[in-house]
């Protein structure tokens, strides 16, 4: 900038300082979390809001990231996972950018952070009521793979007209047997929205479900939030005689021996040898120190079965 | 021993130092100042300017230097700064018809007052490769000056079609309503005509380009003429509310670009040209011709034309021209999708069981 003979306030100082507190000025905080209040008070109704051009791409978590940054304080712990885990790239990426805008403590133990930032799970311990839990959300409008329009989309919300959808889940039904929909599978928020619950696997929808946590969802590149208030409820779409049902698996953590956590399949090598482990990277290190054994602990552990924390923190 | 795509804070830091190394390149060869870029590469400048929303030649030429020459993410850089500058009001509409012209041109017409301005040009260039630019040149080009200056009456050709009535009327917006502002409220729809120009401004060149050439192709064809195209500087003003009346804050140099349409009337409108407007920060002349034709095109409803062509379609062309968008989200596949894609192998795998123990039954019968 001093070579194109330019002084700017910012010249000099570190990120840190440059930027206002978690980068968001004041008044762009205060109109998301108007948004934010207006999603609470109509649970499941994606409530428009000016998302702001951030330094993460779209589809990268800036809609999490904004509503992050608008209800973070100074004394507040941040937890950022992606795919369960803490120490996936992006999750660090975001982490590092919280520790750099708003120097805030970060940690990787679900029970000690306030808020939670997360990208396709929610966490496998549970939470408070102190708690809040921050979804990135890709595509907030569930109806938009079956109709492409807004405007559209808009009516069927207004009316509560979801026959579109019984009608694609009864198809499936009727060439398959079952519902095929594995993620982002929809659910009906205070019997009266359809809402995505972004792309979590359906073994964590049943969380939802009268969830003690305030539950916010931000789709930056969409620009929509929406909320799911304490202890509402949330409900899968099913058949009476089609109840819904989550994954289960044959096999435990190869590392923990949970048999209740969804498990990510890791190859092993390329002769069909695989293993299950927890995709929550801290549920598996607490029961691991607690002492939990799975059938593969104690051979040649992976990269990925250290303790999470011997890398999460540090920023 | 499988290694998992997950990576730590240390993988992070080292990826950003080799990006670093890899766009200064050779430090035997001298690194790219900011003023050359914005000297010597204007047009990649402009086009920053353009679609980041905001113009300063400097740190345009700044997002291009930390971009490597990438303009899509120059102008990624560009937007997320701007998004963090204060607002202090939204300046007068700028008054092209009083533009100092470096360039102006209309197809519709073969002489026009003011007449015919090429300006800086690559129109009539043959595309030959210049081999002598392989060497630094020991003087700079100097171009000769008319003896005169161009005229200071250049009507916009949009106005004399006006005075005829053979054009619809511009009719002005209400000077008291607050003009949109997609970078502080999201779109609505049907959009109005602010909102969509905004848009169009800021998206992607090769995405208008490709709409605006698909409409010449007879996918929503409207019959343009490049009534005028005129690019030169245009003083913008702003009104302090403790002043009460304009005044001049400075000077940007923009192109604009007004298609003329033809429109064979219906029942309560006689036959008549009709307008697609393009406008860009520096000299964009690519972009400005294809947004006007694509501004023209998605103004098909409202002319009473039935939208059934991409380009006509509100929804489809507004959703998807931001490259910022569109770049983020394309590349986001880049992340771990584990979970999903683990949720979804389950279920083939089920499905196909089910699929062979069908085939075994229907052998065995």
Same mark, same amino acid.
């Given at each position: 900038?001093?070579?194109?003979?330019?002084?700017?306030?910012?010249?000099?100082?570190?990120?840190?300082?440059?930027? $206002?507190?978690?980068?968001?000025? *004041?008044?762009?905080?205060?109109?998301?979390?108007?948004?934010?209040?207006?999603?609470?008070?109509?649970?499941?109704?994606?409530?428009?809001?000016?998302?702001?051009?951030?330094?993460?791409?779209?589809?990268?978590?800036?809609?999490?990231?904004?509503?992050? %940054?608008?209800?973070?304080?100074?004394?507040?712990?941040?937890?950022?996972?992606?795919?369960?885990?803490?120490?996936?790239?992006?999750?660090? /990426?975001?982490?590092?950018?919280?520790?750099?805008?708003?120097?805030? *403590?970060?940690?990787?133990?679900? %029970?000690?952070?306030?808020?939670?930032?997360?990208?396709?799970?929610?966490?496998?311990?549970?939470?408070?009521?102190?708690?809040?839990?921050?979804?990135?959300?890709?595509?907030?409008?569930?109806?938009?793979?079956?109709?492409?329009?807004?405007?559209?989309?808009?009516?069927?919300?207004?009316?509560?007209?979801?026959?579109?959808?019984?009608?694609?889940?009864?198809?499936?039904?009727?060439?398959?047997?079952?519902?095929?929909?594995?993620?982002?599978?929809?659910?009906?928020? $205070?019997?009266?929205?359809?809402?995505?619950?972004?792309?979590?696997?359906?073994?964590? $929808? &049943?969380?939802?479900?009268?969830?003690? %946590?305030?539950?916010?969802?931000?789709?930056?590149? *969409?620009?929509?939030?929406?909320?799911? &208030?304490?202890?509402?409820?949330?409900? /899968?779409?099913?058949?009476?005689?089609?109840?819904? #049902?989550v994954q289960t698996w044959d096999e435990c953590c190869a590392l923990c021996g949970a048999e209740d956590s969804f498990l990510d399949e890791v190859i092993t090598d390329d002769e069909g040898g695989k293993m299950f482990v927890c995709s929550d990277s801290h549920y598996c290190g607490e029961r691991r120190a607690a002492g939990h054994v799975g059938p593969m602990e104690g051979e040649d552990a992976p990269s990925f079965a250290r303790p999470a924390d011997q890398e999460a923190d540090g920023s | 021993m499988y290694v998992a795509v997950k990576g730590g804070e240390k993988a992070i830091l080292n990826s950003h130092e080799l990006l670093a190394e890899r766009r200064r390149g050779d430090p035997e060869v001298s690194e790219l100042g900011i003023r050359q870029i914005k000297e010597q590469l204007t047009l990649a400048v402009d086009r920053v300017m353009t679609e980041g929303s905001i113009y300063d030649p400097d740190l345009a030429a700044l997002a291009i230097k930390q971009a490597r020459g990438d303009l899509v993410e120059a102008i990624f850089l560009l937007r997320a700064y701007r998004t963090t500058l204060a607002r202090f009001g939204a300046t007068e509409p700028i008054d092209t018809a009083r533009m100092a012209v470096q360039r102006r041109i209309s197809a519709a017409f073969k002489d026009l007052p003011g007449g015919q301005v090429l300006g800086p040009s690559f129109d009539y260039t043959h595309r030959l490769l210049d081999f002598d630019l392989m060497q630094e040149a020991e003087t700079a080009p100097e171009a000769e000056r008319a003896p005169k200056p161009v005229d200071d009456d250049m009507p916009?050709?949009?106005?004399?079609?006006?005075?005829?009535?053979?054009?619809?009327?511009?009719?002005?917006?209400? #000077?008291?309503?607050?003009?949109?502002?997609?970078?502080?409220?999201?779109?609505?729809?049907?959009?109005?005509?602010?909102?969509?120009?905004?848009?169009?401004?800021?998206?992607?060149?090769?995405?208008?380009?490709?709409?605006?050439? /698909?409409?010449?192709?007879?996918?929503?064809? $409207?019959? &343009?003429?490049?009534?005028?195209?005129?690019?030169?500087?245009?003083?913008? #003003?702003?009104?302090?509310?403790?002043?009460?009346f304009p005044i001049e804050i400075g000077e940007i140099t923009v192109t604009e670009c007004q298609m003329i349409n033809q429109f064979k009337g219906n029942e309560d409108t006689p036959p008549q040209f009709t307008r697609g407007y393009g406008l860009t920060f520096g000299h964009c002349e690519r972009k400005a011709m294809a947004m006007a034709l694509v501004d023209r095109a998605l103004r098909s409803a409202e002319l009473g034309e039935t939208p059934a062509f991409p380009a006509q379609d509100e929804e489809f062309v507004l959703y998807h021209a931001d490259n910022v968008e569109a770049s983020g989200f394309v590349q986001h596949l880049k992340l771990p999708h584990y979970v999903d894609f683990q949720s979804e192998l389950q279920m083939v795998r089920r499905l196909r069981e089910q699929f062979e123990a069908r085939k075994r039954g229907e052998a065995a019968e």
């Open positions: 900038m001093t070579e194109a003979g330019r002084s700017t306030a910012t010249a000099g100082r570190s990120v840190g300082e440059a930027y $206002n507190f978690a980068y968001l000025d *004041e008044q762009t905080k205060r109109m998301i979390r108007r948004c934010i209040l207006k999603a609470v008070a109509v649970p499941g109704y994606q409530v428009p809001f000016g998302s702001r051009e951030m330094p993460l791409p779209y589809g990268w978590g800036t809609g999490g990231i904004q509503v992050t %940054a608008s209800i973070i304080g100074p004394d507040d712990t941040l937890k950022v996972i992606d795919q369960g885990a803490d120490d996936t790239t992006n999750a660090v /990426s975001i982490r590092r950018f919280f520790a750099r805008v708003a120097g805030i *403590e970060t940690t990787d133990r679900t %029970a000690e952070a306030t808020v939670i930032q997360t990208r396709h799970r929610i966490p496998e311990h549970p939470m408070r009521e102190d708690q809040i839990l921050v979804l990135q959300v890709p595509k907030p409008e569930p109806m938009r793979y079956l109709e492409p329009r807004e405007l559209e989309c808009r009516k069927i919300h207004g009316f509560s007209e979801y026959g579109l959808m019984h009608v694609q889940l009864y198809e499936d039904i009727a060439k398959f047997g079952e519902i095929t929909t594995t993620y982002d599978y929809p659910v009906m928020v $205070n019997r009266r929205h359809l809402m995505s619950p972004t792309p979590i696997p359906k073994f964590d $929808n &049943p969380k939802m479900h009268r969830f003690p %946590a305030l539950q916010l969802f931000g789709a930056g590149r *969409e620009k929509r939030i929406y909320a799911i &208030p304490p202890y509402t409820e949330v409900k /899968s779409l099913d058949f009476d005689d089609h109840p819904f #049902e | 916009r050709v949009a106005d004399i079609l006006d005075s005829e009535g053979l054009i619809e009327i511009d009719e002005p917006d209400d #000077e008291e309503r607050e003009v949109a502002d997609l970078t502080r409220q999201p779109l609505t729809f049907p959009a109005e005509r602010d909102q969509r120009l905004q848009n169009l401004a800021r998206g992607d060149e090769g995405f208008l380009l490709a709409l605006g050439y /698909s409409t010449q192709r007879g996918y929503g064809r $409207n019959h &343009p003429f490049g009534g005028e195209i005129r690019m030169g500087e245009v003083a913008v #003003e702003l009104t302090p509310e403790e002043l009460g």
